[in-house]
Structure formats: structure tokens, C-alpha cells
């Protein structure tokens, strides 16, 4: 008995497929037809199942079922066309010849959409909390008779299209028997296709209201080529998280009510070289040395151009590909928190950059950025704004702000730029701008925006922070949403940092008439919840380095930079220091460069270092610096007038999580020279430790000290019934803590 071939096409009866417009077959011949599925793949008629599928320049297709091949026939412009018998559809494949190479592919024309209706809804609705799942691409497994099926799912919005279809290296980035079906009113557009795999590189090509055809990144690209190229990739989850203490951990604590030292970092120029896994084996013991609680990377989604330092981006979903892959970016994250140090994520939903291939004009409209031409731009930095009333463009945003903390595990949010989103009049002159509907120069859309954003966070995610980089007065930025207020946990004090910065660049003698500009963040210190930054932004575009910021010799300059830092550290509030700072970085930062990491071979430079390392464990260890930061039950003045001396003398107290109550006195001289027994009011008489001396000479100091411990007598000085003579350092701080014994 001789065995058939049972793909041989076999003789079948004549059959009369459903029948299609001839207009409708031309566009759906060269991808130009909004729903190919209507007439691409299986549909039953009356005398059986016909199938069409788009081969151009193909010699012969056939139709292979679990029961034989049918010959297709030619019918239009590169369509073919079978009935296959029967009053149900079969799995399938498609069998096709070009001259002598025949192979046998499946359809991505039987499959089902891998949206669902609810999706489609909540997207509208602009309310899918897991829009990273549904749009973009997604590896997809099916099963059936003819075996199993990989392959990748595309989704992308864009409603104003009047064609979508998908290209890539697995098509000959040639669409045209790779069109995507469209989702109805929703504005998405859909394709599942059979033998795609992780690592693809692709597009979409959108055909714009004028019939021209753009090429465009996948806005919700979970990975990217290596800038400068452009496409998109495909890609899936496969790191096994360990942080999983962590996680527990954190969905119990408040982050705002505990100590916060951050440590700001740009990836690129820490180390140049490393990657994320490099990143993982020399930053986090780095970190972890130095005592910092948590790391605060620069903008790590993808964008075109380095110089921009990450904040315009073009793949808000996809970490930067310059230094590896998303899962290695997962493994850094969770490196950190396997060393019990949290991650804070700059990000960047003000605006967007220009770029014809990624989300500008991207369905050949003002599709996510705002239309009105007088809010749709940012005149400072040439990129468009967001279109923050738009219900799909605001989830789109509130959705990104999830996929990090959710998918990559990260700790807390610092928002970039929130006062352009504030003010309909931000950096725009008279007749640049119009007011909203009530007259004012508020943007109620982008208020609105921020506090879904930071409502829905907080909801979703709990032990994690929203930080605002937000430069004026703005009233309650962290105060809640239900009181009015935009819902950050903190926002970053530009006005402490200005101050600060204005002071110290005064020569020592004349800082007795600057003492206000020291004071002055007490009045309003407890009127938000505060970060101190020493940011990036301080020591670029000529600003020079932060330790050429101290006047006098490379001496003063490294004492003041440890007087500095005992301020920041004990002054109200959460704090911040730009990588670099903690070891005296004497060059302005560039980030084509790494690190002078070559300074630390000088003993003053890694005094410094060492006393960052014990400020922060003292910190840490102290509750009376962290528990009570945004109270005035946490800070009372001893001396805030002492200008003539230029020193500040004041108390923090709080009670740690285990009920005991802590006690710190801190006095800070920011005078070029010391002052011998200086007297200090303290709330009681009797031994007192000194805890922190910035002059000792581990640090680089010149021993200026109390031998660690000092005696207070029962003598009222500043309005305390009890006082102390001290030896207080030049350009230093002392610390002291009741003894225990």
C-alpha cells in the first residue's frame, strides 16, 4: 500500500468562496484596509470554509489542514483564495512556493484578538492600571491540533490611522501581509503573528490621513535597539527576583516616616563602561559602604540623545538598551535591595521630544501631545507637551508610573519638572499663553493628572514614594489628594538648596551678613514634606563642582563641604547628594566622563568620603533626625542669631520605631576660624557625648575637638536651664547625645 502525501493538495469539488468587493481585496492586498481580518483567514460560507491569505509574488499556495492540502487559487493583486469543506474553521497552515523554495507558515489571520473587550473599555476609559500587558508586544503560546504555536502579539493606539501594519527583520520590514486589525472606537489596532520571537527588531508603519506612511518605535516598547538606532524590540520577563524580604517589607513600612540619604546617580558616567550587571558588582557595595539608604538613577528610559541625560525620552517603557537588557536592569534593582538599599527612579511626564519615529505626531496628529499650539510646546527645551486632559494620553502616563514600581520593583517616583506642568504660563511670555476656564494660569488638567498619578500609586503600591521636583510656592504638593493637594510624599526644597549654595559662596568674613539666607528655610520648613537636594543640576553648565563652590584654599574648601554636610544631614527634611559630592569631585560633572575616582588617592578627599560614611550611619541610627522631619515637634533653635560668629546651634529629637526616644544637639560653624569655649544652651545638665566632630583628622580636620565628651552645668544660657563651654571647629560641626551610662 503506498503512502500519500497528505499536504499534496488534493482535487476537491469546485466551491464559491465568500465573495469580497474587488476595492476592498486592493487595499487589503497592500495592507491598506482598516479590519483584513473581515476577509484575510477563515470565515464559513455556504458550500465550506474560505480562506484568504495576502503571498505576493508567490508561484502556489495551498491550504494545509489536519486532513490534507487544498489548492488555493490567485485572486487579486497577490490574494489567494481556498474553500476548504466543512461548517466549522480548522486549525491550519499555508503552504507556499516561490520558484523552488516552498514552505509552510501560519496564518495571523485565524487568530482571535488578544485584547478583550474590557481592555478596549478600560483603555477609552483611560483606566487600565496594567496597560504594559495589553498594548505593545507580547510572546503568545497557543495549542492545537496541528501543534503548538509562538509567536507575538502587537498592539498599539492610533486612532487617527487610517492603516496600521507591523514591520520588522521578520517580514523584510515590508508590511504589507502584515496588517493589523482596528479595535473599533477604542483607537487600537491589533496583530497576533504566528514565529515572531524574543529579540525581533520592529516597528509600526501608520498610513496618516493624507495616505503617506510613517514608520514609528512601538510606544509601549518594553525594550529598544542601542541608540542611535531606533526600533523597537521584543522582549519578555525571565529574571527570578530574590528580593522578596524586601518587597515584604516595604508593603509595610512608610518610607516617608523613616530615614531617607539618597544618593543621585547618572549610570553612564558613575564608571564608564559598566552596565547594569557591572553596575550591580561595584555600585552596590559602593553604596552600601558609604551608607546611603537608597540610590536615585537619573532618567532610565530609553532616549535618542545621551546629552539629554535621559529626560526626553522616546521609550517610556523600555529601560535605556546602552547598558544591557531589562532583566538586567531588574537584576541591579534587585542587587540593591538584596543590600537593603532602595531605588528612586527619576521620571519625566512633562514632555517629549520631537523625533518623527517615536511619539510625536504620531498618528499624523497631535495624538499625545496637547493640540493647542500655546500648550503644546515647551519653548525652553523644544519639545512637546502631553495632552493631560486626554483620558488614553493620562493613562498612558499613570500606567508608566505603575510598570515601574510594579515590574521593576522600584521604590519611589522623583517626578522631573512639575512646575511646567502647573502653570499654563511657565517660561511664556504675554500672548504665549491663555487661561483656563476660570481665568487662572493654572493647568487644571496636568493638577488633575499628577494627583491620579500620585493617588494611584500610593493606592497600588504601598511603602513606596512619589517626590516632586516642584520650584515654587505652589501650595500642598504633599499634602492628599482628598484635601486638595497634588499627593507627593515629598518634594524636593530648591529654595534650601539655593539659599544654601548663595551663602557658602560668601567668603567667611562676610557671612555675618548672610546669616538669614541660613535661617531662613526654618520658617517654612514644616510647610511641605522636604527633600534637600544637592542635585546634578548645581554642578553642570559652568556651575563648577560643588567643592569649588567653597571659597579659601583646597583646605577650607573640603572643611567646607563637611560642615555642609553635617548642616544638610541634621537640618529638617530627607536628603540628597549628586555622586561625586560625597568624596569632594573637584571638576564639574560631565557626563562623558567618569568620576575622578583618581581624587580618593588624597587623604583629605577620602577623609570626606569617610565622613559622609559616618553621618550616614549616625543618621540612620538616629531617630531624632529622621522621625519627627516634618514637625516642629522634631527641631527647636538653641542660637539662631549668632551671626557675628556665623553659627547655628539647634536640637532634633525624635522617638525611634521601638519607642525610644532620641536627643541630638547640633552646632555648625561656618566661620574660618574656631571659637573656643564657646557656650551652648542645653536642656539639662550632665554628661553629654560628643558624637560627630567634621574636624577630627580621619576626616582631613585639623582636631579642633572635645575628647568625645563634655560636662554641662546647671547655668541657663540661650533660654535653657543648662549650658556647655565648647571647642567648635572652623568651617565644622559638633554633634553631641546625652551619654548613656
Known amino acids: 500500500m503506498t503512502m500519500t502525501d497528505v499536504t499534496a493538495p488534493k482535487p476537491v469539488p469546485a466551491r464559491t468562496p465568500v465573495q469580497v468587493d474587488p476595492w476592498v481585496l486592493a487595499d487589503v492586498a497592500y495592507a491598506r484596509y482598516y479590519n483584513p481580518h473581515e476577509v484575510l483567514g477563515a470565515h464559513v460560507g455556504d458550500e465550506g470554509v474560505t480562506i484568504r491569505t495576502v503571498r505576493h509574488l508567490a508561484d502556489a499556495v495551498s491550504i494545509v489542514t489536519a486532513e490534507g492540502a487544498y489548492p488555493a487559487e490567485h485572486e487579486q493583486e497577490g490574494i489567494w483564495v481556498a474553500v476548504v469543506p466543512g461548517d466549522s474553521v480548522p486549525d491550519y497552515r499555508v503552504k507556499v512556493t516561490y520558484g523552488e523554495e516552498t514552505t509552510t507558515v501560519d496564518d495571523p489571520y485565524r487568530y482571535l484578538p488578544t485584547l478583550g473587550d474590557m481592555d478596549t473599555y478600560l483603555i477609552s476609559e483611560g483606566r487600565h492600571e496594567g496597560l504594559w500587558d495589553v498594548l505593545g508586544a507580547h510572546v503568545k503560546h497557543y495549542s492545537g491540533p496541528m501543534g503548538d504555536v509562538e509567536g507575538v502579539a502587537f498592539a498599539v493606539w492610533a486612532p487617527n490611522a487610517r492603516a496600521v501594519r507591523v514591520v520588522g527583520d521578520f517580514n523584510y520590514w515590508d508590511g504589507t501581509a502584515s496588517a493589523m486589525r482596528s479595535?473599533?472606537?477604542?483607537?487600537?489596532?491589533?496583530?497576533?503573528?504566528?514565529?515572531?520571537?524574543?529579540?525581533?527588531?520592529?516597528?509600526?508603519?501608520?498610513?496618516?490621513?493624507?495616505?503617506?506612511?510613517?514608520?514609528?518605535?512601538?510606544?509601549?516598547?518594553?525594550?529598544?535597539?542601542?541608540?542611535?538606532?531606533?526600533?523597537?524590540v521584543v522582549t519578555d520577563r525571565f529574571h527570578e527576583w530574590g528580593d522578596d524580604d524586601w518587597m515584604a517589607k516595604r508593603a509595610t513600612s512608610d518610607p516617608h516616616a523613616g530615614p531617607m540619604s539618597i544618593y543621585e546617580v547618572h549610570i553612564g558616567s558613575w564608571r564608564q563602561g559598566l552596565g547594569y550587571r557591572g553596575l550591580a558588582e561595584e555600585l552596590v557595595p559602593y553604596v552600601k559602604e558609604a551608607g546611603f539608604t537608597h540610590v536615585e538613577f537619573l532618567p532610565v528610559a530609553e532616549h535618542p540623545f545621551g546629552g539629554s541625560w535621559g529626560y526626553q525620552v522616546t521609550g517610556y517603557y523600555a529601560p535605556t538598551a546602552r547598558f544591557g537588557t531589562p532583566d538586567d536592569f531588574r537584576y541591579l534593582v534587585d542587587q540593591l535591595h538584596q543590600a537593603g538599599i532602595g531605588v528612586i527612579l527619576d521620571w519625566v511626564p512633562a514632555h517629549f521630544p520631537k523625533d518623527e519615529w517615536a511619539l510625536a505626531r504620531f498618528d499624523g496628529t497631535a495624538l499625545y501631545e496637547d493640540p493647542d499650539p500655546q500648550r503644546g510646546e515647551h519653548p525652553d527645551w523644544g519639545t512637546y507637551v502631553f495632552n493631560f486632559g486626554r483620558n488614553e494620553v493620562r493613562n498612558f502616563l499613570v500606567a508608566n508610573a505603575l510598570y515601574w514600581l510594579e515590574d521593576?520593583?522600584?521604590?519611589?517616583?522623583?517626578?522631573?519638572?512639575?512646575?511646567?506642568?502647573?502653570?499654563?504660563?511657565?517660561?511664556?511670555?504675554?500672548?504665549?499663553?491663555?487661561?483656563?476656564?476660570?481665568?487662572?494660569?493654572?493647568?487644571?488638567?496636568?493638577?488633575?493628572?499628577?494627583?491620579?498619578?500620585?493617588?494611584?500609586?500610593?493606592?497600588?503600591?504601598?511603602?513606596?514614594?512619589?517626590?516632586?521636583?516642584?520650584?515654587?510656592?505652589?501650595?500642598?504638593?504633599?499634602?492628599?489628594?482628598?484635601?486638595?493637594?497634588?499627593?507627593?510624599?515629598?518634594?524636593?526644597?530648591?529654595?534650601w538648596m539655593n539659599d544654601t549654595l548663595r551663602y557658602l559662596d560668601e567668603e567667611p568674613i562676610n557671612r555675618r551678613y548672610h546669616h538669614g539666607e541660613l535661617t531662613f528655610s526654618l520658617v517654612y520648613a514644616f510647610s511641605e514634606q522636604f527633600v534637600l537636594p544637592m542635585s546634578h543640576d548645581e554642578v553642570v553648565h559652568g556651575k563648577g563642582s560643588l567643592l569649588s563652590k567653597m571659597p579659601g584654599d583646597p583646605w577650607q574648601e573640603l572643611a567646607g563641604m563637611r560642615a555642609l554636610f553635617a548642616y544638610q544631614w541634621s537640618h529638617p527634611g530627607k536628603q540628597l547628594l549628586f555622586m561625586g559630592q560625597e568624596f569632594g569631585q573637584g571638576a564639574e560633572w560631565n557626563a562623558e566622563n567618569s568620576l575622578d575616582w583618581w581624587i580618593l588617592d588624597d587623604p583629605g578627599h577620602q577623609g570626606l568620603l569617610h565622613l559622609v560614611s559616618d553621618l550616614n550611619r549616625f543618621y540612620t541610627d538616629s531617630p531624632a533626625l529622621w522621625a519627627d522631619d516634618f514637625s516642629h515637634r522634631g527641631f527647636e533653635w538653641i542660637e539662631a542669631g549668632d551671626g557675628d560668629h556665623n553659627v547655628l546651634s539647634y536640637l532634633r529629637k525624635g522617638t525611634g520605631p521601638d519607642g525610644r526616644a532620641d536627643l541630638v544637639v547640633c552646632i555648625v560653624n561656618f566661620a574660618g576660624t574656631p571659637h573656643e569655649d564657646y557656650r551652648v544652651g542645653l536642656p539639662f545638665a550632665g554628661d553629654w557625648d560628643e558624637v560627630i566632630n567634621t574636624d577630627a583628622p580621619e576626616y582631613g580636620g585639623s582636631g579642633v575637638d572635645n575628647l568625645g565628651h563634655v560636662e554641662a552645668e546647671e547655668l541657663p544660657w540661650n533660654g535653657r536651664p543648662a549650658s556647655v563651654r565648647l571647642r567648635v571647629p572652623p568651617l565644622g560641626a559638633v554633634f553631641l547625645r546625652p551619654s548613656q551610662n
Open 408 to 495: 521593576f520593583h522600584i521604590d519611589g517616583l522623583r517626578v522631573d519638572a512639575v512646575a511646567s506642568m502647573l502653570y499654563l504660563d511657565y517660561s511664556r511670555k504675554e500672548g504665549q499663553w491663555h487661561p483656563n476656564q476660570f481665568g487662572g494660569r493654572e493647568n487644571l488638567e496636568a493638577i488633575n493628572f499628577l494627583q491620579e498619578a500620585t493617588a494611584t500609586a500610593y493606592r497600588k503600591n504601598p511603602g513606596t514614594v512619589m517626590i516632586a521636583e516642584e520650584s515654587t510656592a505652589w501650595p500642598g504638593v504633599t499634602a492628599p489628594t482628598e484635601y486638595g493637594g497634588l499627593g507627593f510624599g515629598l518634594k524636593w526644597n530648591m529654595g
Open 183 to 232: 479595535l473599533g472606537s477604542s483607537g487600537v489596532w491589533e496583530l497576533f503573528i504566528p514565529g515572531v520571537g524574543i529579540g525581533a527588531r520592529y516597528k509600526f508603519e501608520l498610513c496618516f490621513g493624507d495616505g503617506s506612511w510613517h514608520q514609528k518605535a512601538d510606544p509601549l516598547a518594553r525594550a529598544t535597539e542601542v541608540p542611535p538606532a531606533t526600533a523597537s
